[in-house]
């Protein structure tokens, strides 16, 4: 798999240092990773991915 350049939240914080981390992908998808578990990778689309950044920000998931 080619590297990617990975972009972590500045909210992330803790000894851990542990998040979900983002990276763009070829053809215009998007990658996901828990930084903790960086093997394993879900893929998405940018409309999906902004439907969830807005549903968090509205505190959807709460």
Request: proline content about 10%; glycine content about 10%.
């Amino acid at each position: 798999m080619p590297q990617h350049e990975w972009r972590k939240s500045s909210f992330s914080t803790g000894p851990n240092n542990d998040c979900v981390e983002v990276s763009p992908s070829p053809g215009g998808l998007i990658r996901l990773r828990e930084s903790d578990r960086p093997a394993d990778v879900i893929t998405t689309t940018p409309a999906t991915w902004a439907t969830l950044l807005r549903t968090v920000k509205a505190g959807g998931l709460g």
